[in-house]
């Protein structure tokens, strides 16, 4: 009887295995199917007539992805290495700057008591989980005020809330550390500050490479932070947006930088998907 039950439950597996694998290999199609569409388009001539397509071009003109290098590509001034810098720059100081804000955020919710800690906490879960898009007039307002807009000397500020999903992941960990090492040091005579950034952040930091990764994929594709607030100073998203709209643009030129943009960020999350996957899933909320 048992051999029969294990059978079945053999086969009952392998058909959910072939199920899974179905549905997991078109999903894959689907989601490489763009990538694949955008390459054979930047590859044709930019003089065809039919260029939008998924025709398989005879003549591959790997000329079209130098010509993005040029002045042909070109927003407000600004070439697609220009863009490119723009890009890095952003990427690097948002993501460590909120990162860094949301972590001492998170660190202070999770281990000490003071008096309206509760509220902070209810806060920041209420604001991921309800969009607030009514407040975006009334944030350009105050950073127009502050002198903040077009300007990438103190847009960072605006950067340092605190008030986002690392926090949730963060303060999951802070709460999953043993206070034992904090109070090994106090003992020793660490304060307040070098407790945290010597002891209790080292146990922390593969969240945070986690963390800062997942973050850098969505501002590296993030047009409408730079589309309101840095106009002058367009990063490679905002300005395939701003070329793409341009009347009479070379529609292989575009296709070539759209292709040429995406591989840093696919090649960054191929290597790190698994540390992405282990770190992301070991946090979250903790009462």
Partial sequence: MKSIASKKATHSEKITAIV??????????????PL?????NSLKNPDSENVIGFEITKSWMFSNYARIFTDEFSVGGVTYIGMLVNSLWIVIVR??????????????????RFPGKEFLYVTVIFVNTIPIIGSGPAAF??????????????????????????FIVLYGYFKGVSSSYSEAAYIDGAGELKTF???????????????????????????????????DTPNLAYGLYEFNQTVGVSRPIFFAAATVSAIPIIVLYACT???IMTNMTAGGLKG
């Fill in 95 to 112: 993501v460590v700057v909120n990162v860094a804000s949301s972590a001492m955020l998170a660190y202070a919710i999770a281990r000490f």
């Fill in 273 to 275: 998907q698994n540390l």
């Fill in 197 to 231: 950034f010597s002891i209790v952040l080292p146990q922390v930091v593969p969240c945070l490479v986690a963390i800062m990764i997942t973050q850098a994929i969505g501002v590296w594709n993030d047009y409408g932070t730079v589309m309101i607030y840095l106009r």
């Fill in 36 to 40: 694949l569409w955008a390459m054979n």
């Fill in 141 to 166: 307002k105050l950073l127009n005020a502050l002198n903040m807009v077009n300007n990438p000397l103190t847009i960072w500020l605006s950067w340092a809330s605190g008030f986002d999903f690392a």
């Fill in 20 to 33: 899974f694998f179905a549905l997991f290999l078109i999903i894959a199609v689907i989601s490489i199917y």
